[in-house]
């Protein structure tokens, strides 16, 4: 009161509660609401039914599937007293007890939290470790919960070792982390360890739509299936995305639609990336190079093209091995998929997996990145074209479109089968030294015959008359092995001497030029160079077979 005026109370600024995420606002409060995780919660109900819980628990998975939130509900679980204050642990907890309410609202003097990332030393282990000897204050169990428990030091980890294997039995460890790989061995050998799935897109898209219902928004479900597809398995990730998409919708009523989800996250228009498949497998070139430019044009980053084509084609393998649908995709996309499924062979579809997986790379790293997707996709219409590598292998064995292999030295007709290891008559010695060697090999002179094929250099082959290149020396004691062994074979006296002149290339060096001469051949016929000219980094190599001693 001022000069006798009562000027009241004076006006206060409304207490409006925050605002709060919907990845906080519907963070799991019951076992039952933490979704994919079953068997997870199936092993804990059982452990505590049976009173046989351990004394710490990791539980491991990629970001947003639940640790955090499983590791809180498990303290509840373990320190539920039930409504009426006689409870004890249980899967279940009432959630109306001081301690469920005290965990959910992050106030409870027995369950502690630390963040590892900021608390990394050995120090802060010790604090730990000290403060565990002490029994609960008004819990059943002091409960530390460690976040991203990879993050402590090396020492921090070996300071805990004994107490983590041998706690006071009212104390529980419960770790969350990214990265189990970076936690010690003798950590995990001293943990339960829980693997927390990643969520089905399914399931994923389910929980959006019920989120959507208790915030009184509409929601296309091919909008939720996109937002759970770009999820990638994380309910936390999720939510954030359906939260910026609700704020995108505005004020309008017209709630999330589909268009403006693919908008927002930058991705491609199913529909245009089926017609885009379609046009890459008919070879319509400029129809495919339109298709790109138009979702260019809309926004569409030329990398999310190339990986929703991945994801095409990835999907049609997956339907052609009799892989279930997925439920979150559209029937038109279903149905698209199962056509191409029987169409295409798998030969086909694996080379256009490594054609557009080479182009999403390709479009990653360029500077140019619109540019080099119409590159790529030239060279996958150019390759749509060719015939998959098992008919080319068929036609180049057959000969077609192929140009004629180099004859070589040795390549004249072969002569007669030689008869068995039994001694030939003088009429008929062998007409060629190539026929001399292989009378050797099969008549058992095994090692003989292959001292001749890779080192003797022929200067005139007159049977019974060799002259051999004195240029390549050969083991001192094969003239006097062969010319026994000829005499045994053909009953003539066979003559062999040395002369100090080049000679023809030995056998084997005969037969390597002319498989370098087919192989050239082949690299330069007409359809495997069209097959160069589509995958630039091809390498040709021998195909299977016996090599041909014609």
């Keep these: 009161m001022a000069d006798g005026f009562d000027l009241g109370t004076p006006p206060q600024p409304a207490s409006a509660e925050g605002y709060r995420v919907l990845a906080r606002k519907y963070r799991p409060r019951t076992f039952s609401e933490l979704i994919g995780q079953e068997p997870m919660v199936r092993t804990l109900g059982n452990a505590i039914a049976r009173d046989r819980l351990a004394h710490a628990f990791l539980m491991t998975g990629v970001r947003g599937v639940g640790k955090t939130s499983t590791a809180r509900l498990i303290a509840k679980a373990l320190n539920c007293i039930g409504p009426d204050g006689q409870g004890g642990p249980t899967i279940d907890p009432c959630g109306v007890c001081e301690p469920c309410r005290a965990i959910a609202e992050g106030r409870h003097i027995d369950v502690i939290e630390m963040d590892a990332a900021s608390h990394t030393g050995v120090d802060d282990v010790r604090e730990i470790i000290e403060a565990s000897r002490y029994a609960a204050v008004s819990a059943r ?41 970076k936690v010690p061995i003798t950590v995990l050998s001293r943990c339960q ?140 996309e279903r149905a698209a998929r199962a056509e191409w499924a029987e169409k295409l062979s798998f030969p086909v579809l694996h080379r256009l997996w490594q054609l557009v997986l080479k182009g999403h790379d390709e479009v990653a790293q360029a500077a140019l990145p619109i540019e ?67 009378l050797l090999d099969q008549a058992g002179h095994l090692a003989l015959a292959a001292r001749l094929r890779n080192g003797a250099r022929v200067v005139r082959y007159a049977p019974p008359d060799l002259v051999l290149s004195g240029s390549r020396p050969m083991v001192a004691d094969t003239v006097t092995d ?5 005499k045994g074979l053909t009953k003539a006296q066979w003559r062999i001497i040395f002369e100090d002149v080049p000679g023809t290339p030995t056998l084997k060096e005969q037969d390597d030029a002319a498989e370098e001469a087919k192989r050239l051949a082949a690299w330069d016929s007409p359809l495997v160079r069209a097959a160069r000219e589509a995958f ?6 021998e195909w299977p077979g016996k090599r041909s001693k014609a």
């Design 482 to 486: 062969l010319v026994v062994a000829l």
């Design 193 to 332: 360890r829980f693997d927390l799935r990643r969520i089905p897109a399914d399931r994923l898209a389910e929980h959006f739509a019920n989120v959507c219902e208790l915030e009184g928004v509409t929601a296309e479900p091919e909008a939720l299936a996109l937002i759970a597809r770009a999820a990638e398995g994380s309910a936390r990730d999720g939510l954030s995305i359906l939260d910026q998409a609700i704020a995108h919708a505005g004020l309008d009523g017209g709630g999330v639609a589909a268009d403006a989800v693919r908008t927002m996250l930058g991705l491609s228009d199913r529909g245009a990336v089926r017609d885009l498949f379609a046009m890459l497998l008919a070879g319509d070139s400029a129809g495919a190079l339109g298709s790109l430019r138009r979702q260019y044009d809309y926004g569409v980053d030329p990398v999310s093209v190339l990986r929703a084509l991945l994801e095409t084609v990835h999907g049609v393998t997956l339907t052609k091995v009799g892989a279930p649908d997925d439920p979150a995709q559209p029937l038109e």
């Design 536 to 541: 630039p980094e091809v390498e040709l190599v």
């Design 141 to 181: 169990f002091k409960i530390y919960i460690v976040d991203e428990v990879h993050m402590l030091s090396k020492n921090a980890f070996n300071a805990l070792l004994k107490t983590l294997e041998e706690p006071p039995a009212h104390v529980k460890f419960l770790f969350a982390t990214t990265e189990v790989n």
């Design 372 to 438: 080099a997707a119409e590159m790529a996709l030239l060279r996958i219409i150019h390759a749509s074209q060719l015939p998959d590598p098992g008919e080319l292998a068929r036609r180049l064995a057959e000969g077609g479109g192929m140009v004629a292999a180099a004859p070589s030295a040795s390549a004249a007709p072969a002569a007669p089968a030689a008869p068995a290891p039994a001694p030939a008559p003088v009429s008929l010695l062998p007409e060629r030294f190539e026929d001399m060697v292989e």
